[in-house]
């Protein structure tokens, strides 16, 4: 089992940039893929990006290609999801979580990390 732990989530202004980071308390990434998510107050959790641990692919929803960026650090056992050029449409609970590499599903989830972006 992986537990995992999100931080990295603030107030910011628009146009500012944040660095959120997902980090394995227990367990370790290798064989899994890592997704951010977020979710925005009232509306459903949608998909942002994710990375593979081993080989490193990454893959980008459409609306975030170009100002977010997925990274892993083997060391720190750690994925990070930098978001450039921060909108207030960028307001959202973003949550990391792990499937298995060539599953579908995730299936652990983080607590969350709130991200507030004031125009």
């Known amino acids: 089992q992986v537990q995992l732990v999100e931080s990295g989530g603030g107030l910011v202004q628009a146009g500012g940039s944040l660095r959120l980071s997902c980090a394995a308390s227990?367990?370790?990434?290798?064989?899994?893929?890592i997704g951010w998510f977020r979710q925005a107050p009232g509306k459903e959790r949608e998909f942002v990006a994710s990375i593979v641990w081993s080989g490193g692919s990454t893959y980008y929803q459409d609306s975030a290609k170009g100002r977010f960026t997925i990274s892993r650090d083997n060391a720190k056992n750690t994925v990070y999801l930098q978001i450039h050029s921060l909108k207030p449409e960028d307001t959202a609970v973003y949550y990391c979580?792990?499937?298995?590499?060539?599953?579908?599903?995730?299936?652990?989830w983080g607590q969350g990390t709130q991200v507030t972006v004031s125009s």
């Open positions: 227990a367990g370790t990434f290798s064989n899994y893929a």
């Open positions: 979580a792990v499937r298995g590499k060539f599953a579908n599903r995730y299936v652990y």
